[in-house]
């Protein structure tokens, strides 16, 4: 009896023993199964240099801002550069969806990134340690155009554009509270960037301009940058204006001592010992920088502070702190002179304005022809790439006179 007895309880162990065993192999191969599948499809990425609003998207938004416009950008310039040059070139294939897919946004009111100021910074003081890039490279120039609100003279603009995709960017900063269309044309579409709060004048043109330079310098292809003017217009052509700008050894910001209440008399002892009056300088605040000095400027921690709290009232730092700058820190790579024409040969504080009268071939030819300047260590009449002040009643004299005069 006793031995029957222990043989059945030993049976049944065993088959307890075997649904044991069947169960905790089932159940491991169910957690595998469940845990493998999430972890083939999370996505790796946490870093991403080629969208940078990307990265800031979940932090709220200080502007309003079209996500699909800050994308269609980035894939518009690649797509822009293949159709101005050569289709078989490797960032097709990067990137090979675009443009046709997102209908171009009515409002250019659009901002071009959504970054504060410190992000935006931050990100374009990123330099590559890499020289080469592995993708084509066409050398832009970014045309950074600081505005009060719309460009009036943009017909002009874009017959000058017209046909050079992929050689030029646009950036477009205007007063934060201008709600309207900044110009018609579709270049100009979306190329806004978000202004934070400034007053005109001031250190806030600076603060525009720091912020414009840094916007151009996020696109790697951006290699020259020019500020312009809602007054300002081009002498020339785009392919004399970008050959010009390319192959220029030196950089074009004015820069030079003027003694006297608007010069000299503007600086504040304050900011010695960093800045000593020997070397404040004065320039038009129309510039011309490369990209060197661009990244200079925007990572600038030592001048920058000293400008903001010490050029005040009637200082206009956007006409000192570049030229000062260069003048301490790169006084060899630039040429001291400005590629913006005008004329302030009729005195008072603001420059002359030209309106639809003046408009003639003489005037633009006058303009063109400068007295001599260097350019790459040999003298030339082109000293004036671009001209201010035109009014917008001069426009369609412009557009008349610009195949003639200035070949576009
Ligand atoms: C485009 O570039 C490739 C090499 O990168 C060259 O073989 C081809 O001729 C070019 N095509 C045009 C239209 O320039
Ligand atoms: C651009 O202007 C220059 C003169 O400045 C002229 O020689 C050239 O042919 C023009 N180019 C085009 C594409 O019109
Ligand atoms: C430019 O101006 C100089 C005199 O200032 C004159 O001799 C020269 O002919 C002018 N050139 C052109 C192309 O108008």
């Known amino acids: 009896m006793k031995k029957e007895i222990r043989h059945i309880h030993l049976k049944t162990l065993a088959v307890y023993f075997l649904i044991l065993v069947c ?37 709220p938004r200080l502007y309003p801002i079209n996500p699909e416009v800050t994308k ?5 310039t ?6 101005a040059t050569n289709t078989s070139s490797k960032s097709v294939k990067e990137e090979p969806k675009v443009v046709s897919e997102t209908p171009r946004p009515a409002a250019s009111s659009a901002f071009l990134h959504s970054m ?29 155009f600081l505005v009060r609100g719309r460009l009036p003279l943009s017909p002009l603009w874009e017959r000058f554009f017209r046909g050079y995709k992929g050689f030029y960017s646009i950036y477009v900063h205007t007063q934060p509270y201008f709600i309207g269309e900044v110009a018609p044309e579709p270049m100009f579409q979306g190329r806004r960037i978000p202004s934070e ?41 785009f392919s004399t204006i970008y050959a010009y700008l390319i192959n220029s050894r030196k950089t074009f910001v004015e820069c030079y001592d003027q003694e006297g209440p608007v010069g000299r008399g503007r600086y504040d ?3 010695e010992p960093v800045v000593t009056l020997q070397q404040w300088r004065k320039g038009s605040q129309w510039f011309e920088v490369d990209r060197h000095l661009a990244l200079e400027v925007i990572c600038d921690k030592k001048y920058y502070p000293l400008f903001r709290d ?49 408009v003639t071939a003489d005037l633009l030819k006058r303009m ?17 790439l671009f001209a201010r002040k035109f009014i917008p009643s001069s426009l369609f004299r412009l557009l008349e006179l610009a195949p003639e005069v200035m070949h576009f």
């Open 269 to 271: 002892h304050n900011m």
């Open 368 to 384: 063109q022809n400068g007295t001599e300047c260097m350019y790459n260590g040999e003298p030339t009449r082109v000293c004036f």
């Open 23 to 59: 169960g905790i192999g089932l159940g491991a191969t169910l957690i595998f199964c469940l845990y493998s599948i999430p972890l083939n499809s999370k996505p790796k990425q946490f870093f991403s240099l080629e969208v940078p609003s990307n990265n800031f998207i979940e932090q």
């Open 72 to 76: 269609k950008k980035e894939s518009t």
């Open 310 to 358: 010490y050029c005040k009232p009637a200082c206009y730092s956007d006409e000192h702190y570049i030229p000062t700058l260069l003048n301490i820190e790169y006084p060899l790579v630039n040429s001291d002179r400005t590629l913006t024409y005008v004329d302030w040969s009729r005195g008072g504080p603001h420059p002359y304005k030209f309106g639809k009268w003046e």
């Open 116 to 144: 504060t100021d410190e992000e935006l910074f931050w990100r374009a003081s990123m330099v590559p340690r890499i020289h080469k890039p592995p993708f084509k490279k066409i050398p832009k120039v970014a045309f950074m």
């Open 78 to 83: 690649s797509h822009t550069n293949i159709v």
């Open 197 to 237: 709060v400034v007053t005109w004048g001031e250190i806030s043109m600076v603060e525009a301009e720091r912020r414009l330079l840094a916007s151009a310098l996020l696109d790697f292809s951006n290699e020259r940058f020019v500020l312009l003017s809602e007054a300002c217009i081009p002498l020339y052509n």
